[in-house]
């Protein structure tokens, strides 16, 4: 339904599905806003948190979630995304709307240097490094 909704943004380009190896890097670098709206029916959706939730934040690209989840208490806290009710395309319509009113909207929406650095892979391959030499350590 998404792209339905969108058909009549003309500022709004849905890309819809994509190879994710080939693809992934050009869609966040040139991407204003990363959708990662869920359905809240499933308890998973409720407590995930999605990997495009850290690309994007490696990317300094803003996020749009779903109301009531834990991504959402995430994007809210980090101050880099908004949060809309996933059942409600009037929602994220008008926070489509209102980013291309004001676009300044975006670039308080970035992460930060620190927080981008945080969410990208090599950091999270150091802690998994760590984390496994101090288990290795601890069962010595």
């Not at 058909?7 to 190879?19: E, I, R």
């Not at 996933?86 to 709307?97: I, K, N, Q, W």
């Not at 980013?99 to 998994?128: C, F, G, W």
């Amino acid at each position: 339904w998404l792209q339905k909704q969108v058909d009549s943004l003309d500022y709004v380009t849905f890309t819809g599905a994509f190879d994710y190896f080939s693809e992934y890097k050009t869609l966040f670098a040139t991407a204003d806003i990363v959708h990662a709206v869920y359905p809240l029916d499933w308890a998973n959706y409720l407590t995930h948190e999605a990997r495009r939730f850290h690309e994007a934040a490696a990317m300094g690209v803003p996020l749009i979630v779903s109301s009531g989840t834990f991504m959402d208490e995430r994007v809210r806290h980090l101050g880099i995304g908004w949060d809309v009710d996933p059942e409600s395309a009037e929602g994220l319509l008008e926070v489509l709307r209102d980013v291309y009113d004001n676009r300044a909207m975006l670039s308080e929406a970035i992460a930060t240097p620190e927080l981008r650095k945080e969410h990208q892979l090599e950091t999270y391959e150091e802690l998994l490094v760590d984390a496994t030499t101090r288990s290795i350590r601890k069962s010595d």
